[in-house]
């Protein structure tokens, strides 16, 4: 590994830019207004609030403390956390973000690509829901194109990876997410400003507490708590490996999960008021909001920015803000890789390369079709939820209470946790299976006669047929995984004195 | 829009703008941040 000074974050600061940029992703901006819209506004807010609580936050916590007590990645980290045989559950980890790693350099790169399209003014003659969307598939109909600004949000991540923790992923972070609040907030003043904007706000903040007794806004909640912040995705375990030895967990983790609903909720009061003002009818705002994230954003959204005053200009600060909503979280996404072949003895360069490479030719089938980028955002989006499980298990391996008290509420925390968060870890499977088993039922419903087939895009039948060729190779690997990693701090679930992290820092 | 609207809108801008801000400024205070 590096020297210390690159192998942790320089300040407290830096690495909250950087988890928040991890937690804030394309999610926030085109995700969360849509689904908020869809599940009663307000109420959903409530349902969302619980969901941070007992969902995100516990998981976001559980997770830098596996980071902080084996400073490992993934593979290791679980290796030393619950033993040598578990080690195919940090393989899971890793391999899950990855996954979504492969597809999501895509998706960054169709940011770059609008971005540069509101530059050119592309949208100002655009000011149709069919104008736009011929720009949006004459685009993915090229794949020169697609695949060129995937290797280029590629290129960007690898880059400042490449410079390192301090020096690349908290330099750019400190900019990139003061900048992303900047710019979201300016195309949230431009929204509420337009003239017919306040059915937008009415509809996101009026909360009809009837709407609470409908199970499907506490499921899309939860749903949201888990994809939005990353809780359970082994990205900020991945980040908190190179925080300081006294730096504090619950403070942190409480940082992260208000940011990235705040962004969220800043997003949604940009895009329903422009929306609800600038669609000719209220018919075209619902089939806006109905049309899914790349309907609503990269035809809906388009459209109107067309038809606003100003219109150019506001594109361009929305795309740039999207932009890098997706970079900072791609960067997190890379580092996983990075993080676990340096434990397999990679320098940080020659893992930064290769994770690069292998992220470039992966992606490529996802640049090449959207039908392939939905199957892959369908199969590792759901098996998020399973490495969120994965976690709370290894929580309730090693001692729930113990580690309350051992590693969160430690001499140098800034807050202590309270006992809710070990019941929150303790009914996580409850949580799980709700969630989980809606997503399979839902899944059943939309291929009721060949739901089991593994070629449809989003059947239960193709999550359950990559899920289980994941799980037999990391299986038949365990042992050999578990001999490639170096060792870690803890030996047999006990702290090792002999390798405290400032010297594993220096090696 | 309606008193209601108006008040869960603050409420709600209130709790993650304010509880955000509060423990960025409880972190970024921290005695142990040098350390």
């Given at each position: 590994?590096?020297?210390?000074?690159?192998s942790?974050?320089?300040?407290?600061?830096?690495?909250?830019?950087?988890?928040?940029?991890?937690?804030?992703?394309?999610?926030?901006?085109?995700?969360?207004?849509?689904?908020t819209?869809?599940?009663?506004?307000?109420?959903?807010?409530?349902?969302?609030?619980?969901?941070?609580?007992?969902?995100?936050?516990?998981?976001?916590i559980?997770?830098?403390?596996?980071?902080?007590?084996?400073r490992?990645?993934?593979?290791?980290?679980?290796?030393?956390?619950?033993?040598k045989?578990?080690?195919w559950?940090?393989g899971?980890?890793g391999?899950?973000?990855l996954?979504?790693m492969?597809?999501?350099?895509?998706?960054?790169?169709w940011?770059?690509?609008?971005?540069v399209?509101?530059?050119?003014?592309?949208?100002?003659?655009?000011?149709?829901?069919?104008?736009?969307?011929?720009i949006?598939?004459?685009?993915?109909?090229?794949?020169g194109?697609?695949?060129?600004?995937?290797?280029?949000?590629?290129l960007?991540?690898g880059?400042?990876?490449?410079?390192?923790?301090?020096?690349?992923?908290?330099?750019a972070?400190?900019?990139?997410?003061?900048t992303l609040?900047v710019?979201?907030?300016?195309?949230?003043?431009?929204g509420?400003t337009?003239p017919g904007a306040?059915?937008?706000l009415?509809?996101?903040?009026?909360?009809?507490?009837g709407?609470?007794?409908?199970?499907?806004?506490?499921?899309?909640?939860?749903?949201?708590?888990?994809?939005s912040?990353?809780?359970g995705?082994a990205?900020?375990?991945?980040y908190?490996?190179y925080?300081k030895?006294k730096?504090?967990?619950g403070?942190?983790?409480f940082?992260?999960g208000?940011?990235?609903?705040?962004?969220?909720i800043?997003?949604?009061?940009?895009?329903?008021?422009?929306?609800?003002?600038?669609?000719?009818?209220?018919?075209?705002?619902e089939?806006?909001?109905?049309?899914?994230?790349?309907?609503?954003?990269f035809?809906?959204?388009?459209a109107l920015?067309?038809?606003?005053p100003?219109?150019?200009?506001?594109?361009?600060?929305f795309?740039l803000?999207?932009?890098?909503a997706?970079?900072?979280?791609?960067?997190?996404m890379i580092?996983?890789?990075?993080?676990?072949l340096?434990?397999a003895g990679?320098?940080?360069?020659k893992?930064?390369?290769?994770?690069?490479?292998v992220?470039?030719?992966?992606?490529?089938?996802?640049?090449?079709?959207?039908?392939?980028?939905?199957?892959?955002?369908?199969?590792?989006?759901?098996?998020l939820l399973?490495?969120?499980?994965l976690?709370s298990?290894?929580?309730?391996?090693?001692g729930?209470?113990?580690i309350l008290?051992?590693?969160?509420?430690?001499?140098?925390?800034?807050m202590?946790i309270?006992?809710?968060?070990?019941?929150?870890?303790?009914?996580?499977?409850v949580?799980?299976?709700?969630?989980?088993?809606?997503?399979?039922w839902?899944?059943?419903?939309?291929?009721?006669?060949?739901?089991?087939?593994?070629m449809e895009?989003?059947?239960?039948?193709?999550?359950?047929a990559q899920?289980?060729?994941?799980?037999?190779?990391?299986?038949?690997l365990?042992?050999?995984l578990?001999?490639?990693?170096?060792?870690?701090?803890?030996?047999e679930?006990?702290?090792?004195?002999?390798?405290?992290?400032?010297?594993?820092?220096?090696? | 829009?309606?008193?209601?609207?108006?008040?869960?809108m603050?409420?709600?801008?209130?709790?993650?703008g304010?509880?955000?801000?509060y423990?960025?400024?409880?972190?970024?205070?921290?005695k142990?941040?040098?350390?």
């Open positions: 590994m590096e020297g210390s000074s690159k942790t974050f320089g300040s407290r600061f830096g690495f909250i830019c950087a988890a928040i940029g991890m937690a804030v992703g394309t999610g926030n901006i085109w995700r969360f207004p849509r689904v819209a869809a599940n009663g506004g307000g109420a959903f807010l409530i349902a969302l609030t619980i969901a941070i609580f007992v969902w995100a936050i516990p998981l976001l559980a997770e830098m403390v596996i980071a902080k007590k084996t490992l990645g993934t593979v290791g980290a679980i290796r030393d956390f619950m033993g045989k578990f080690t559950i940090g899971w980890l391999a899950a973000a996954g979504i492969f597809y999501y350099s895509v998706v960054s790169g940011t770059l690509r609008y971005f399209y509101a530059l050119q003014g592309a949208f100002s003659n655009a000011g149709t829901p069919e104008a736009t969307e011929v949006w598939e004459g685009f993915l109909s090229s794949p194109q697609t695949i060129f600004f995937h290797f280029l949000a590629m960007i991540g880059f400042i990876i490449y410079k390192g923790v301090a020096g690349g992923i908290e330099k972070t400190k900019v990139m997410i003061p609040f710019l979201i907030t300016a195309t949230m003043l431009r509420i337009l306040t059915d937008g009415v509809f996101l903040f009026t909360p009809n507490l709407d609470l007794a409908n199970p499907t806004v506490w499921l899309e909640a939860f749903t949201q708590a888990a994809w912040t990353g809780a995705w990205l900020l375990m991945t908190a490996v925080t030895e730096e504090d967990l403070v942190n983790c940082v992260i208000f940011g990235d609903v705040l962004i969220g800043i997003a949604a009061m940009a895009i329903l008021p422009t929306v609800y003002a600038l669609s000719e009818t209220v018919e075209l705002a089939a806006a909001l109905a049309s899914g994230n790349n309907g609503l954003i035809v809906y959204l388009t920015f067309g038809n606003m100003g219109g150019t200009f506001i594109a361009a600060i795309f803000a999207l932009a890098i997706a970079t900072s979280s791609l960067l997190s580092e996983v890789g990075v993080l676990n340096q434990d990679f320098s940080r360069n893992a930064t390369i290769w994770i690069c490479i992220g470039f030719l992966a992606g490529v089938p996802s640049a090449y079709s959207i039908n392939f980028l939905d199957n892959q955002d369908w199969v590792w989006g759901v098996a399973i490495s969120g499980l976690i298990i290894v929580m309730m391996k090693y729930v209470q113990k008290d051992e590693e969160i509420n430690h001499e140098n925390a800034d202590k309270g006992a809710w968060w070990g019941w929150c870890i303790r009914a996580f499977p949580m799980f299976v709700g969630v989980f088993g809606w997503w399979v839902q899944s059943i419903q939309w291929y009721p006669d060949d739901w089991w087939n593994p895009i989003f059947s239960p039948g193709t999550m359950f899920w289980a060729i994941l799980i037999i190779v990391l299986l038949l365990n042992n050999r578990a001999e490639l990693i170096r060792p870690g701090r803890m030996k679930g006990k702290m090792s004195d002999e390798v405290p992290f400032e010297k594993m820092a220096k090696e | 829009m309606e008193p209601m609207t108006i008040f869960f603050i409420l709600v801008l209130g709790f993650y304010g509880g955000f801000v423990f960025l400024v409880k972190a970024m205070s921290s142990h941040n040098l350390e």
